[in-house]
């Protein structure tokens, strides 16, 4: 577990900003309870039927399905029995899977052209409400926010699931990523990393990427602090909306107990109260995805939390109201940069922005994400603002969630137009487009 070293500004700015996360987050698990639907819906998890398995043919095999120069070989699946032959095999969150990273291998072994990069390869999940949002304006920002993704994706190469139905029928709310996570692991044995981004939480620097090597020891990354974990033990210690979570090395148990607080289980209403009991400053009575993780990295530290990496030296999960007021700022500040350096204002192929983005490294690795930086934030993430229902948390004025929207998604929208020739002049005018010739000059 890494730690670091706060000055007592820091600790009291950081107190401050743990109160008031803790205000908006309970008006968010509120309103979440509140408006999410519990159908009872006909998806459930499946296990394979047991029709005998026809002979391997020794002409369909692993050595068939040898990548070629382009990358994976997405035509072949060879007759080789794998995990998914298993009778018993089940995308089940109830259900522990076994020896899985065996059966990963396996699977790699009969598809070595999946072996090339395979350490840096992620699958972005993320997802939303199975029914129409409430709100008037809901659809269309989730449409928005799930187009920033796609982008993002599209940028590094990265899949992505995008995820509307209720997978599991007593995991909704924001329980209902645990089902997503497991079965897009189970559906990708090909990726080293799932990388789950709530639906309301937006990519605002295009070009970063994740330092992935930085993580190779740990099973797991959520934005937080290990002091307000371990010493203040804070249920917005952490933020459950955004993480990173290894698909080999074993994730089936720590997924398994993360769950087990979930509100499918017969003792959720006890693991509320216990929550309650160990973390100083949850208030409300009912077991959260969040408080659950807190719980399980303070009493199993040695089995849980050790393998678990506390990142904020970036902005992983970037708290809205800090950001979209200094966006403007952001833009001026990295136009200037670019007026200096005719590289970066080179036009390029969109499919090498990658290479843009490493150039772009040293000018801005010193520039810092605080109040007095104007470094891109990674990820600007609307907590509270509820952009499905509108029934944003009564601490936010007017149409302050609805503007910081229609900012952070036109300010990271410009980074994607700018390869197509256009850009928003303005980050308050979604459908003004102007010729972006001036980033070129």
Not at 55 to 74: E, F, I, K, M, R
Not at 137 to 165: E, P, Q, S, W
Not at 339 to 361: C, D, F, I, M, P
Request: charged share 25%; glycine share 6%.
């Amino acid at each position: 577990m890494r730690t670091k070293t706060s000055s007592s500004l820091a600790d009291a700015f950081r107190a401050i900003v743990g109160g008031l996360l803790t205000l908006i987050t309970l008006w968010s698990l509120w309103a979440s309870l509140k408006s999410s639907p519990n159908p009872k819906p006909k998806t459930t998890a499946q296990s394979m039927p047991t029709t005998p398995r026809a002979a391997v043919d020794d002409s369909v095999n692993s050595l068939n399905c040898a990548g070629a120069a382009q990358g994976p070989n997405l035509r072949c699946d060879p007759l080789n029995p794998t995990f998914y032959d298993d009778p018993t095999f089940s995308y089940s969150i109830e259900k522990r899977m076994e020896n899985w990273d065996e059966k990963r291998r396996q699977w790699l072994r009969y598809h070595p052209s999946f072996a090339v990069g395979l350490e840096e390869r992620i699958i972005v999940v993320t997802g939303s409400q199975p029914s129409a949002c409430p709100h008037p304006n809901g659809d269309h920002f989730m449409l928005r926010f799930f187009k920033n993704k796609v982008d993002y994706c599209r940028t590094h190469g990265y899949d992505i699931f995008y995820n509307n139905a209720l997978l599991h029928p007593n995991m909704h709310g924001y329980w209902a990523k645990m089902q997503a996570v497991k079965s897009a692991m189970l559906a990708h044995p090909e990726a080293e990393w799932i990388f789950w981004v709530d639906s309301d939480a937006a990519f605002t620097d295009m070009d970063f990427k994740l330092p992935l090597k930085k993580y190779k020891d740990y099973n797991m990354v959520v934005h937080g602090w290990a002091n307000l974990i371990y010493e203040d033990r804070s249920w917005v210690s952490v933020n459950a909306g955004v993480f990173l979570i290894r698909t080999p090395n074993g994730p089936w148990d720590f997924l398994s107990e993360w769950a087990k607080m979930g509100p499918q289980s017969p003792d959720f209403k006890e693991w509320g109260r216990i929550q309650r009991a160990a973390l100083k400053d949850k208030e409300f009575p009912s077991s959260d995805d969040q408080s659950a993780l807190v719980y399980l990295l303070l009493k199993e530290k040695e089995k849980w939390g050790d393998k678990v990496y506390i990142e904020n030296e970036y902005s992983l999960h970037g708290y809205w109201i800090g950001i979209v007021g200094r966006l403007d700022n952001i833009t001026e500040q990295y136009a200037k940069v670019e007026t200096g350096v005719r590289r970066l204002r080179r036009r390029h192929a969109e499919k090498v922005s990658e290479h843009y983005g490493q150039l772009w490294e040293p000018y801005v690795e010193s520039a810092g994400y605080g109040d007095d930086g104007w470094r891109r934030p990674f990820i600007t993430h609307f907590t509270g603002c509820q952009p499905c229902t509108g029934k944003h948390s009564p601490i936010y004025e007017g149409d302050s969630c609805w503007e910081g929207m229609k900012r952070a998604l036109n300010f990271a929208d410009n980074q994607v137009l700018r390869n197509y020739g256009f850009m928003h002049p303005d980050l308050l005018e979604s459908s003004v487009l102007s010729a972006g010739s001036r980033f070129y000059e």
